[in-house]
């Protein structure tokens, strides 16, 4: 019997510690429901699971969204030019940035749009709304509302430009280089860097494989987000700034111990 306790109590804290790291505000309001409702009231498991999703799904939606920008940080604004890629980011709290880089979000998007009517800019995983230096697990710098990653453009097999993904979650599709390209993947991972390529694991699914990187549009959106002033980094795969013709010196190399930008571009303001 003692021993059944100890294992739900492990369990808990768990579950605890992983809604803390996927939506930062999980972990807290896991806990209300044990609170308030007792094990003695009549089918007391199932009433707290509904009062937790419908006391997590309120205060996602309606509360933090208010209370973020007294920690400098405001929910990404979506618009027909801009849009988070999978429903996913916006339910765990991992949408929020500086007011600053939603003003920079918002440039870039209509610069896209007003080139290509069609086309959006599509976010990935941004900042919780709390508190900087809080991690945005699995990113290593993503803790202060300056960070964002978003996709790059695709194309399909006729040619046309498209905003769908190849991957669910907009991760670990990548951008394989070429035979005269640069693998960072093997020289990273042949000095210990086992996870450089972990995102590969967290595709949620691959719908589209068809897809391809549209080169001439993913450039050109490179080359829109250096022209905004407050941009000081952006992090892609040493095989694409080269094959893409990138020059800028904001645009580098972000090192073995993150994980490998072949699928994803990364930028962070001043």
């Given at each position: 019997m003692k021993s059944n306790y100890f294992f739900k109590g492990i369990l808990h804290v768990l579950i605890f510690i992983f809604l803390t790291v996927v939506t930062q505000i999980g972990g807290i309001l896991y806990v209300i429901p044990f609170l308030l409702i007792s094990n003695k009231v009549s089918k007391y498991k199932l009433k707290r699971r509904l009062f937790f999703i419908i006391l997590y799904v309120t205060t996602s939606f309606l509360i933090v969204p208010k209370v973020a920008p007294l920690f400098g940080r405001v929910k990404i604004e979506n618009s027909k030019n801009l849009e988070a890629h999978n429903f996913l980011t916006k339910l765990f709290n991992r949408n929020y940035v500086t007011p600053k880089m939603q003003e920079v979000l918002t440039n870039i998007?209509?610069?896209?749009?007003?080139?290509?009517?069609?086309?959006?800019?599509?976010?990935?995983?941004?900042?919780?709304?709390?508190?900087?230096?809080?991690?945005?697990?699995?990113?290593?710098?993503?803790?202060?509302?300056?960070?964002?990653?978003?996709?790059?453009?695709?194309?399909?097999?006729?040619?046309?430009?498209?905003?769908?993904?190849?991957?669910?979650?907009?991760?670990?599709?990548?951008?394989?280089?070429?035979?005269?390209?640069?693998?960072?993947?093997?020289?990273?991972?042949?000095?210990?860097?086992?996870?450089?390529?972990?995102?590969?694991?967290f595709t949620l699914g691959n719908f589209n494989s068809e897809l391809k990187?549209?080169?001439?549009?993913?450039?050109?959106?490179?080359?829109?987000?250096?022209?905004?002033?407050?941009?000081?980094?952006?992090?892609?795969?040493?095989?694409?700034?080269?094959?893409?013709?990138?020059?800028?010196?904001?645009?580098?190399?972000?090192?073995?111990?993150?994980?490998r930008h072949d699928d994803h571009i990364h930028f962070q303001i001043k």
């Open positions: 998007s209509l610069k896209i749009n007003k080139e290509s009517p069609s086309l959006k800019v599509v976010y990935l995983d941004a900042n919780f709304p709390f508190f900087d230096g809080f991690p945005l697990l699995p990113h290593l710098s993503h803790n202060d509302g300056k960070k964002i990653d978003i996709s790059f453009i695709y194309q399909t097999e006729k040619g046309i430009n498209t905003n769908a993904k190849p991957s669910n979650s907009g991760y670990g599709i990548f951008v394989v280089p070429k035979k005269n390209e640069i693998n960072q993947t093997n020289i990273c991972k042949k000095k210990g860097f086992w996870q450089y390529d972990f995102t590969k694991y990187i549209s080169e001439k549009a993913t450039k050109n959106l490179i080359i829109q987000i250096l022209k905004e002033d407050a941009i000081s980094k952006i992090f892609i795969e040493p095989h694409l700034k080269n094959r893409l013709n990138l020059s800028n010196s904001k645009i580098r190399f972000h090192g073995c111990g993150a994980v």
